[in-house]
């Protein structure tokens, strides 16, 4: 079956513009997380769905990031007002539970996001 | 907050050679996550373990939980073995339930032929 996937896998933008970042995650996995790989912080935490409540949104670096998912299923990561420090390689990742860290994540190909 | 370290940071080795990567943790944790990332590419989990030992071809992935310390090892190394391998556990936040991971910095590990 088809694995997560991930929209744009590129995108270039202005400092100050919005952006949003889309994950599929694989069908029936109810938990979804968002990760962050930036080349000075490595990997990050951002936020965690289960089905479409996020228990932990305490990863969020500031109040211009906010994510949702609808359905159950896709999730939309939202970047307002974005500054350079923002440039990172956005990550999905999906697993099939979410309890305690102890079901394996399944990571999409990520979203190399560039602010200029 | 679990913290994660891994060691070595940068490895190089020679093709057939037995390579091992560790990892040390700071607060218990239901599982241990080995994940492996090559050059450009997509993350690939690669064990998730809680107890004792696992394996899968040439690849060995061992945890202690008495001593927080978990061991990934490669047998007969191969040119295509060269990535980044990164060890992560879950997130521990005092209002428990937090299901993300903390990351270790990797290791890079290349397997000259």
């Known amino acids: 079956g088809a694995g997560v996937s991930q929209s744009p896998s590129n995108k270039v933008t202005e400092k100050g513009k919005d952006v949003e970042l889309r994950c599929d995650p694989i069908?029936?996995?109810?938990?979804l997380y968002w990760y962050r790989q930036s080349l000075g912080q490595g990997l990050e935490f951002l936020i965690y769905?289960?089905?479409?409540?996020?228990?932990?949104k305490s990863g969020l670096p500031s109040d211009r990031f906010s994510a949702e998912r609808t359905g159950g299923s896709v999730s939309t990561l939202t970047i307002q007002r974005t500054q350079q420090e923002d440039s990172a390689v956005y990550l999905c990742?999906?697993?099939?539970?979410?309890?305690?860290?102890?079901?394996?994540?399944?990571f999409g190909p990520g979203t190399r996001l560039t602010v200029l | 907050k679990n913290e994660v370290e891994q060691s070595p940071q940068n490895l190089t080795a020679q093709e057939g050679e037995f390579i091992t990567i560790n990892c040390s943790y700071s607060?218990?944790?239901?599982?241990l996550h080995w994940l492996q990332q090559h050059p450009g590419g997509g993350i690939v989990s690669l064990f998730m373990?809680?107890?004792g030992k696992k394996k899968h071809g040439r690849l060995i992935a061992t945890i202690n939980i008495q001593e927080k310390h978990s061991s990934l090892h490669i047998t007969a190394s191969h040119p295509r073995d060269s990535a980044v391998y990164i060890c992560?556990?879950?997130?521990?936040?005092?209002?428990?339930?937090?299901?993300?991971?903390?990351f270790g910095k990797g290791t890079h590990l290349i397997i000259q032929p």
């Open positions: 990742a999906s697993s099939l539970h979410g309890t305690g860290g102890t079901n394996t994540q399944y």
């Open positions: 069908s029936g996995h109810t938990a």
């Open positions: 769905f289960q089905g479409n409540s996020a228990p932990d």
């Open positions: 607060v218990g944790i239901s599982a």
């Open positions: 373990l809680s107890s």
């Open positions: 992560a556990v879950p997130l521990m936040y005092s209002g428990g339930g937090a299901d993300g991971l903390t």
